[in-house]
């Protein structure tokens, strides 16, 4: 037991900047800007990627330092990049506190983690907290997201991450005793059931509340596909008074503050394009239970190049859903579904979004596989919210399609939301032909997703592929069996070069040409 | 099998800006920076962290992009982090291609690693060719170094990992039979014996020509701690002069490009305070390998806070590194010795510095500690290189230092690599007391570490921690038992902050305050 005798004076802490707003956009991770020859800097010892804290007299943020030339702020000055001062709700030349960072406690807990040990609830608790309040750097957020890949993380330790997520945000509460969600794990290009699912729930006189994410790794999320349909991006009483209406909404789920650590968490999973099954099911879930679901309907597609690639493995992950939703109160259904190639024609937002209006208004050309996915799904719903008999579901979910009920419901969902769009078209499209004449074998799911994603989506709403050609079709050499679209001609070019590194994105079986010549 | 039927022009891809040095320090991940009106920008889709190809007729980067506000630049010109425009060389106003970046293909084997998958060693050479080149983001590294944490690298992994690192680096030859190194592997604070083994071995005739790191998790490395008394800083041609003259150095790593992914990864493990098992050994055997070494001698302390915690652990280490060398030609000793607490008095470069002259001026206020470890790693390097008889080194070496030969070759070492240098002196010091009397039970070396660095070390050569009494002395209350150095009032008021939440830091026990009272 050991004390200091000496003390420095507590007024050598508070070192105060002016802000400036350096009109820098580093994405989320907040960073400040602080010249060489700082007295702060010189005085606190900082260097570059120090981690600082950042005071007002309201708000409290960590910060990343960049050390910069005497040439871009004026002596006195801290520079903010865009995250840090929207953080902060900042104004110009307004006082700022500037220290050291503490340590992040919590991280041991991460290193704990990579060293396989369990870790208890209130360790998951106190990590969760600081993730949401933003005190990891990415390259910290990067070796959480690690730890939890594979089954590192015990049964046990996800519920207590997905407890802790719901935990540090908003949660919703809904005057009905059955509140309903979905879900579908993705992996599946194109498989926009969602809007669907709603429009068909909400028309038969359910609650189904929806917030939904943004992509992750995939090229759109149904956020991204909705919001070429209408504004997504409302407010909390704006969203209750949408369902108070019409029963259902179609939301992005960031806007509410529902798990936010999970938002802080996913911009860096999407830049390692990694998905863990521990941060999947507490991703999921937290969402869930935040928005007040009773009930959640999980879709798991299943295939060789889907997310998940066997019966096996989706059984793991439903019962792994179950298991934790059960823990936390929630209702878990679990359907696995053919994932072996892509849903509908379009992959990307607008393309999707196309898909999703052709199916709700009956077009002849609206992709049956699309409206077959997500008659089951709402069937299944349903059924489980006692519209109609057991063994009903489908059929009953494919009359409110065919009698216009979905149809009208969406419209006057998107409406309540702010008003139906018409989703964009890309300034920039080509196609890709068959090089042989056969039967298309095989289309590589991640590929394609991939491919989609250089041509802009999700970014790019208007961007994607556009499939022309399904899985057992016949092709003559030369035909057309998809298009790339792009918003810019160099990420139209970036989508090509990569198809000219891989024609097998697309398998042709010329073993078949005969069976069409 | 399907191709693309139209090609966007090829002139669309050279899109080509004006370079400009920013004057931001971003450490070392490069950093472009963008208008966000840029032609360039809107046409290739680029948002902030995108990761984007710099190019120019000579040299080739990937870069991180912040987009940026108009004032920030002139319009046609990309703005350069001070580690963007010193990989690339540039001249102000030069010619700057601007692309998509490759998608880092190897990064695919640290997703498969993550998921416990055993990778070949083509595909450990892909990674850390690309690690090398600087092809990865600091939020790539993170996840590959947390994918190396614990047992998840097999030792045939390990094998591979080493010798990747030792091939996209210079590797050293020597005119000598035998060359050799050592190396401790840390979380001993103060262990610094490698400037006085190489002083007595080269001073017995033995060929020595030591490169070292900086500090990874440490307070100082042993390159921190040469530099307060050496330039270490030498071009290679520079060194090999040194070790022609004088048959050792003691020079950083880093300055002669041995193991350059080493250098890569050390600081994004620095950030994480992270070692692994894996990353420790092909850190420290490839920088052995590429330095020329054919007997490599690693010191491995073992203690409840020093990094290797037991005897177990560090047999398990020692077998991984004598397993290692041994596939890679090197022939690797290892000794364990006592990690239970410091060694010597200072912890910090400069402090450790003069613990280091002490020993080799034979002052009577030098460390024992230090002194007797110096002598029994040296003892071991004299007999595998047959100066003595087995058994006789220990003592032969302890004559080398009694007798002045060791100071005379470690001052000549000094002026060979350009001057002898007087280690700077901390302007802000304050001392911690004895809160009770007793004796001083256990030092926790992690804390110790922690309290050290908080105070500035490494980046501040003058600061650290001065050790005033050892485990197992008794101390009154109000005695002090350590004092902390610091080059900035900030800086020493973090670390008492720190030490007022850590009292334990030092235990003292009171039951054996009757024995001195």
């Given at each position: ?402 009698d216009g009920r979905a149809w009208r419901k969406f419209q006057a969902i998107c409406e309540a939301q702010g008003g139906l769009r018409t989703p964009p078209v890309a300034a920039h499209q080509a196609p890709a032909v068959a090089v042989r004449a056969g039967r298309i074998a095989a289309i590589d799911n991640r590929r394609l997703a991939r491919l989609a994603k250089l041509a802009g989506a999700p970014q790019a709403p208007a961007a994607g592929v556009e499939l022309l050609a399904r899985a057992g079709d016949r092709v003559a050499a030369g035909e057309p069996v998809l298009r790339v679209h792009a918003e810019t001609p160099g990420e139209l070019e970036y989508a090509l070069e990569y198809l000219s590194r891989h024609p097998d994105l697309v398998g042709i079986d010329p073993a078949d040409r005969e069976v069409r010549s």
């Open positions: 037991m050991i004390e200091a005798r000496t003390r420095v004076g507590a007024e050598t802490r508070h070192n105060v900047l002016r802000a400036r707003r350096m009109g820098i956009d580093t994405y989320q991770e907040p960073v400040v800007y602080m010249r060489r020859d700082c007295t702060v800097c010189r005085s606190e010892g900082f260097e570059s990627r120090s981690r600082v804290r950042l005071s007002t007299p309201t708000r409290q943020i960590v910060a990343t330092l960049n050390v910069v030339a005497e040439h871009l702020l004026v002596s006195g000055e801290a520079g903010l990049s865009e995250s840090a001062w929207q953080l902060l709700d900042l104004t110009d030349q307004s006082p700022l506190a500037v220290s050291h960072a503490d340590p992040v406690e919590s991280f041991g807990h991460v290193r704990a983690k990579l060293f396989d040990r369990v870790l208890a609830a209130s360790d998951i608790e106190a990590l969760v907290r600081d993730v949401a309040a933003r005190r990891y750097s990415d390259v910290q957020l990067s070796a959480f997201l690690a730890a939890c890949v594979g089954d590192r993380l015990a049964p046990d330790e996800i519920v207590a991450l997905t407890g802790a997520m719901v935990a540090v945000g908003e949660t919703l509460t809904w005057d009905a005793p059955q509140v309903f969600d979905k879900h579908c794990v993705g992996g599946l290009p194109g498989n926009r059931t969602t809007p669907l699912v709603v429009a068909i729930v909400a028309a038969c006189g359910l609650v189904m509340p929806k917030t939904s994410s943004r992509a992750i790794t995939s090229p759109a999320g149904t956020a991204d596909t909705m919001e070429t349909l209408a504004p997504v991006d409302l407010s909390l009483s704006h969203m209750r008074r949408v369902v108070e209406q019409e029963g259902g909404c179609l939301v992005w789920g960031g806007a509410v503050d529902l798990s936010p650590a999970d938002d802080v968490l996913i911009r860096v999973e999407r830049e390692l394009d990694l998905d863990s099954e521990a941060q999947l099911v507490a991703s999921v879930l937290s969402k869930k239970i935040s928005a007040g679901s009773t009930h959640a309907l999980i879709d798991v597609p299943v295939g060789p190049t889907a997310k998940v690639r066997d019966g096996d493995a989706a059984r793991r992950l439903g019962a792994l859903l179950e298991r934790t939703g059960a823990a936390l109160g929630l209702n878990v259904d679990v359907i696995q579904t053919d994932g072996s190639q892509p849903v509908g024609r379009g992959i990307g937002p607008a393309l999707e979004a196309r898909d999703v209006l052709a199916v709700l208004q009956g077009h002849e050309s609206a992709p049956a596989d699309l409206r077959a996915r997500a008659a089951a799904l709402a069937g299944a719903i349903l059924e489980r919210g006692a519209v109609c008999a057991g063994g009903q579901g489908v059929q009953h979910a494919l009359e409110t399609l065919d």
